[in-house]
């Protein structure tokens, strides 16, 4: 039984990383006073660090630290030449920033439905989105499920099409021994802070194996330039602070670790809610070489009452959430795609059925056991 009820009132945010700073703060303040102490803040030896471990972590040769995961996809994109008048082709349910990376460097999203099964992008219905204009297709791993890219990397091949992969939700997701980002030609990251592996703020990161990649890289995200005063291309400002970076140093180290706690916490919900009402519930992946297929950024359930047992759990002080409530192309940012109702029947379906709960390393045992008695009682009460 959980004994945090008795005195005050319950409240379980949706995300508190208040475990993860405490475990890593006297690390991080090392870094910052050291910082402060050389007092040289753009780019600089945590960057370097950062990117090296990174890279390494990932099973890459490089990689570059950008401002923000959006900023990894626009410069992504930039790198291989893609802006106006192309077309990229991303799922129709995801974070706005995937669409909205595309659309900074002029090119067009091409929007495809997603699997009911795993939320990730239908490799099936892809082909037919696929034009002459199309240069690339970005693949979510979203929720933190690394999807299988063996179709997607295919298609790819045959059509001649770049794959960029938006792993911003999957830091650390493997499948077939290899970690989510470096499939592709390059894989986008975000470090802001709820995220897997998150900073103290806005951060992202681009990884590749390509060593001409890293270098346009390098020169889109600061002014164009490598050495100073000399400017090859028009870039602009969007560099990995160097005070990120420091945190991400230190938290990266905990990355693995705080997989399993979220893993290990997708697994208890996986076995107290099975069976309860309509759930529907993510599927876990086998312990063992497959567990880290699925990194549990998000636990996402299903149900046909979503919109009554949002309000019941929130009035009970349970911080849930809807990612998303509405595809891309329901947007009005995105009403010039001009696609109509209906034209994306499993995303526009699972949007009123979906709702996350809270999960984040260390979440405890009883906040866990809260949120389940309480999503019990509203199918038995309600
Ligand atoms: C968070 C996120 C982004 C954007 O990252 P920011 O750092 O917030 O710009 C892009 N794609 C997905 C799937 C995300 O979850």
Known sequence: MYALSLLSIVKIPFVDLRGQTKRTKPGILDRFNRLMEES?????????????????????????????????????????????????????????????GISQTGAIPVLVDIQEENYCLDSDQLEKAITPKTKAIIPVHLYGQMMDLSSVTHLAKQYDLKVIEDAAQAHGAKRNGQRAGS???????????????????????????????????????????RERNSHTIKGGATRLDALQAAVLNEKL????????????????????LRGIGDLVLPQIPAKG????????????????????LLSYLRNKHIGVEIHYPMPIHRHQAYAELKYTNGSFPVAERICSAILSLPIFPYMEQDQLEYVVDQIKNFFMEC
């Open 253 to 272: 180290r905990d990355l693995d670790q705080n997989n399993k706690l979220r893993y290990d916490l997708a697994t208890q919900y996986d076995q107290a």
């Open 40 to 100: 040289n803040f753009i780019l600089g030896k945590e960057v370097e660090t950062f990117e090296h471990s990174f890279a390494n972590y990932n099973g890459v040769t490089h990689a570059v630290g950008v401002g923000s995961g959006l900023d990894a996809i626009a410069l992504s994109l930039k790198a291989v030449d893609i802006g106006s008048g192309d077309e990229v082709i991303i799922p129709a349910h995801t974070c706005i920033a995937t669409a909205l």
């Open 289 to 308: 070489l497959e567990e880290n297929s699925h990194v549990f950024h998000l636990y996402v359930i299903r149900t046909k009452r979503r919109n009554a």
């Open 183 to 225: 499939v592709g030609v390059m894989g986008c990251f975000s470090f802001y802070p709820s995220k897997n592996l998150g900073c103290f703020g806005d951060g992202g990161a681009i990884i590749t194996n390509s060593e001409t990649l890293r270098d346009r890289i390098f020169l889109l995200r600061n002014y164009g330039s």
